[in-house]
């Protein structure tokens, strides 16, 4: 069986590769020439370059591929970014389906967004939820939504495609890193000054890969299972990076209606004077933290047969990962924990 997989380069794909060649699969990625492709040196796997934009590469990439596991898209958080989101994330998806559709490819297991699942004060969200387009979303989140608009109009046609909706991803191979990655990087170099109150659903690595494999195994056609570890509260991630790192967690703690404030200001100034200046805490990415969204996973667990894993075990992955890589000083008192942790980890699985 030879897999297509999109996003290789990115956390998931990063993963998802790897646990792929595990399992003994022939595996074909679609990587972008002059992108930081490290996440899959060394690995062996044929590579083929081409952008999701690119119908005539995507027709190219599909050639002899009997399934593929889409995770590619543009992630963002920022204003101004709205064309690159959809040309990636919408018209990208349609390309991909019509090249896999044309090319008689068979499943395609597509990677969607809790932020582009319809959330609740009052009780976890499940498939069911619409996404509110009508809500103050940030273009990312409607192009997730636009994803699996696609997926299910290919289904109607005819098309085996199946969604696996992810939440916040933490764990190993973050090459990149992702927002979360850098915040454990930091929080364990001391440089974590200060975190806002709220939370959100996280999802293991290891987690959203299975959940991946098991949607591409078991998955119903034009459905989509949501695949979450736990909703954590950033008061629980902070003592949970603290037990992992040994660092303590910041003393400042930002009332989330004045960080709303302050991350509109700086999103301005560093968007119209300083665009090169990376951004960390958005307006869009406060105000998700602020909805303390919560997902209901027991379609996945019930008609996949998906087992969620710690995410303090996650955590400690990621950690080691980065010690591993030299971004994180490795003499910590806390890695007897870690080694700990990780040994907890395997036996439970
Ligand atoms: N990370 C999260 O917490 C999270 C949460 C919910 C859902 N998701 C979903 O999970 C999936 C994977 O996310 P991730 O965290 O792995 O993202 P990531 O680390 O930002 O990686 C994104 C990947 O997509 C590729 N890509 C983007 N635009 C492309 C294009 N036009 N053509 C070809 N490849 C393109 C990137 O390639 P380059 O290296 O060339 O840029 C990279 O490999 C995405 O579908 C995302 O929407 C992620």
Do not use: W
Not at 41 to 69: H, S, W
Not at 335 to 349: D, F, G, I, M, N
């Amino acid at each position: 069986m030879k897999l297509l997989l999109t996003g290789a380069s990115g956390h998931l794909g990063a993963n998802l590769v790897r646990r792929l060649l595990a399992d003994g699969q022939e595996v074909r990625c679609l990587l972008r020439p002059g992108s930081n492709n490290a996440a899959v040196d060394g690995l062996p796997i044929e590579r083929f370059y081409g952008d999701l934009r690119d119908p005539g590469a995507l027709r190219k990439a599909v050639a002899g591929i009997e399934r593929i596991y889409h995770c590619a898209a543009k992630i963002s958080t920022l204003d101004g970014e709205e064309q690159e989101v959809f040309d990636c994330n919408v018209i990208g998806t349609r390309n991909l389906l019509i090249a896999a559709r044309e090319g008689g490819v068979g499943r395609v297991v597509v990677t969607g967004s809790f932020s582009a699942v319809g959330h609740y004060t009052d009780r976890p969200s499940d498939e069911r939820d619409p996404f509110n387009m009508f809500d103050h979303v940030m273009p990312y989140e409607k192009s997730k939504a636009g994803v699996e608009h696609e997926c299910l109009k290919a289904a109607v046609e005819g098309q085996d495609v199946v969604v696996a909706t992810s939440c916040a991803i933490l764990g190993a191979n973050d090459f990149k890193p992702s927002r979360m990655g850098a915040v454990i990087r930091d929080f364990a170099n001391g440089k974590l000054r200060a975190y806002i109150p709220g939370g959100f659903e996280f999802v293991a690595a290891r987690d959203i890969v299975e959940g991946h494999v098991l949607a591409m195994e078991r998955g119903k056609t034009g459905q989509k299972y949501i695949i979450s570890s736990g909703y954590v509260s950033m008061d629980d991630l902070m003592d949970t990076m603290s037990r992992v790192t040994g660092k303590p967690k910041p003393r400042l703690r930002l009332p989330a209606p004045v960080m709303a404030v302050i991350s509109e200001i700086t999103h301005f100034v560093l968007t119209n004077f300083f665009p090169t200046v990376p951004q960390r805490l958005t307006p869009g990415a406060v105000r998700i933290l602020r909805q303390n969204r919560k997902a209901d996973t027991s379609k996945a667990q019930k008609e996949l047969g998906f087992r969620p894993t710690s995410i303090e075990a996650a955590i400690a992955e990621a950690y080691e990962h980065f010690v591993e890589r030299g971004l994180i000083d490795g003499k910590q008192a806390s890695r007897p924990r870690v080694t700990e942790l990780k040994s907890r980890q395997r036996a439970a699985s």
